[in-house]
């Protein structure tokens, strides 16, 4: 056997231990995701108007977009959720309880406010994909500029709501 051939082989057993690790790892994350469990969760108090936060979304929508930060909650499956309200220029405003998973970048809605102030929830309702849009972009724009920085989910409410209030979270990439 040729020395060089001799050097490729054992470079090849040498990565063997760093691939089976990485594999290892993969594995158990992929068996972590596969175990997940959703909390149950129910509506909180409709959103009080004197209490909204408003966020900035995008010059490409004349809707204005708020968070009732008294609703934010961090919670222990990793899902952040809120009550998003958009209100348009007439006035005209939509009420939602929503939850962003951070890990995957998927939105739920679990319900929409009422003209009365009630909730309707919706049973069943599925994890859909966040899409990077330019229009109606409010779900991106929480989990990349405050929610999720970098994927990673905030810790606390009061990190979502410091985010909020500052215009966007200290680490997140604006691109």
Not at 38 to 48: D, I, L
Not at 135 to 145: D, F, G, K, P, S
């Amino acid at each position: 056997m040729n020395s060089r051939l001799c050097w490729l082989l054992a470079c090849a057993l040498a990565a063997l231990p760093a691939h089976a690790q990485i594999f290892k790892q993969d594995t158990e994350e992929l068996l972590k995701e596969s175990d997940w469990r959703e909390n149950a969760v129910k509506p909180p108090e409709f959103p009080q108007t004197d209490r909204l936060v408003e966020f900035y979304v995008s010059a490409a929508t004349s809707f204005r977009f708020f968070i009732d930060p008294k609703t934010l909650m961090v919670g222990d499956d990793g899902v952040i959720r809120y009550v998003l309200v958009a209100r348009s220029a007439s006035g005209a405003q939509n009420v939602s309880f929503e939850g962003i998973r951070c890990k995957t970048g998927e939105l739920k809605q679990y319900a929409t406010g009422r003209d009365d102030s009630s909730w309707a929830e919706r049973r069943g309702a599925e994890w859909v994909p966040i899409d990077p849009k330019t229009v109606n972009r409010q779900h991106q724009a929480l989990r990349r500029e405050y929610f999720c920085p970098q994927s990673v989910p905030i810790r606390t409410a009061a990190e979502g709501i410091d985010a909020l209030r500052r215009g966007g979270h200290p680490n997140a990439k604006y691109q």
